[in-house]
């Protein structure tokens, strides 16, 4: 169970809050950014890098993205809507 004073929570909930969030291969992001970081653990998603996150949750816009760990641990406190989209 998560607490509010846990160390990732850094006021996420005025951007992430009961937001849709899809589920999606990192490679296939809109956005022209190099790499990504987790908005709550910071670890990195890169197509480059080769121990780096290759999928996870992310904004409709590209923009935000949460690693599965960090989805798991917050998906509650943060109601999203998750949208896995298909092929
Ligand atoms: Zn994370």
Request: net charge negative.
């Given at each position: 169970m998560v607490q509010p004073n846990d160390w990732r929570l850094t006021s996420q909930e005025n951007y992430l809050k009961n937001v849709e969030l899809f589920y999606k291969?990192?490679?296939?992001?809109?956005?022209?950014?190099?790499h990504d970081h987790c908005e709550f653990c910071l670890a990195t998603f890169s197509d480059a890098i080769h121990d780096a996150l290759k999928e996870g949750y992310t904004t409709a816009n590209d923009y935000w993205w949460v690693c599965k760990e960090c989805f798991e641990d917050f998906n509650e406190m943060f109601r999203w809507k998750v949208i896995v989209e298909s092929k």
């Open positions: 291969i990192y490679s296939d992001r809109k956005t022209e950014t190099d």
